[in-house]
């Protein structure tokens, strides 16, 4: 089965604190890519980061950084510096390669960043 | 903005009812997909067509049908509606058939209540 976890439902932080949001995938697949999406309270879905099966090198973006372990199937999400415009529900998606593109979704985690 | 448009941004209509939901993907994307987020289920993948053709299919109810045209828009029609039908509707785009090598933007979603 293929599958997306974030097991933190709902994270409340302060402003300039750093956060970590989790995501545990599980497939059989060994060709496979791994997104992040934010959906701030406006509603619409914005693209964040794609990553495939093959490269574990993390990345930094800015305040955004992600770490990749194939072993222990995670590809977790940091905010460093949190700020008020990073609230949001963030989304772990896995997209299986040789199904046709379809995102597989986790339930999402809803961050917070108090002033 | 993702350059993928959405219409309508609102629909209430009754139970037993049928709408059309209206998709322009992204300039020189070929691929569409519908995604369904609600409260109970999460975001899950309907439907994928392909420069006019279905791809894949996801959990996509038999009332529930799409269909992409010549010049690339996708309508997704639901019929017989009820009320857990009542959700949010996105569409996706992508360049290429192969979604999990290109990544996929988002509309700002057609917010359906069913009364």
């Known amino acids: 089965a293929q599958k997306v976890t974030q097991a933190q439902t709902e994270i409340s932080v302060v402003e300039k604190e750093d956060v970590t949001l989790d995501c545990v995938y599980e497939?059989?697949?060994?060709?496979?890519?791994l997104f992040w999406y934010k959906q701030p309270p406006s509603g619409e879905l914005v693209f964040l980061i794609r990553?495939?099966?093959?490269?574990?090198q993390n990345e930094i973006s800015g305040r955004y950084s992600w770490n990749f372990q194939k072993s222990t199937s995670s590809f977790n999400f940091t905010i460093t510096a949190s700020q008020v415009v990073d609230s949001a529900v963030y989304f772990c998606?896995?997209?299986?390669?040789?199904?046709?593109?379809?995102?597989?979704f986790g339930q999402g985690t809803e961050l917070s960043v108090k002033p | 903005d993702s350059g993928v448009t959405q219409t309508p941004k609102h629909l209430i209509t009754a139970t037993g009812q049928r709408v059309t939901l209206r998709c322009s993907p992204r300039?020189?994307?070929?691929?569409v997909y519908w995604y369904q987020q609600s409260l109970d289920q999460g975001l899950q993948f309907l439907i994928q067509?392909?420069?006019?053709?279905?791809?894949a299919k996801g959990n996509i109810l038999e009332r529930f049908s799409a269909q992409q045209f010549p010049d690339l828009h996708s309508e997704l029609n639901l019929s017989s509606l009820e009320l857990g039908d009542s959700a949010l509707y996105f569409c996706?785009?992508?360049?290429?058939?192969?979604?999990?090598?290109?990544?996929?933007?988002f509309g700002a979603g057609t917010r359906l209540s069913v009364l």
């Open positions: 497939t059989r697949d060994t060709t496979y890519y």
């Open positions: 998606a896995l997209s299986p390669y040789n199904q046709g593109g379809k995102l597989i």
């Open positions: 067509y392909y420069n006019g053709e279905e791809r």
């Open positions: 996706a785009s992508s360049l290429t058939e192969q979604g999990a090598k290109n990544i996929q933007y």
């Open positions: 300039s020189g994307d070929l691929s």
């Open positions: 990553r495939n099966s093959f490269d574990e």
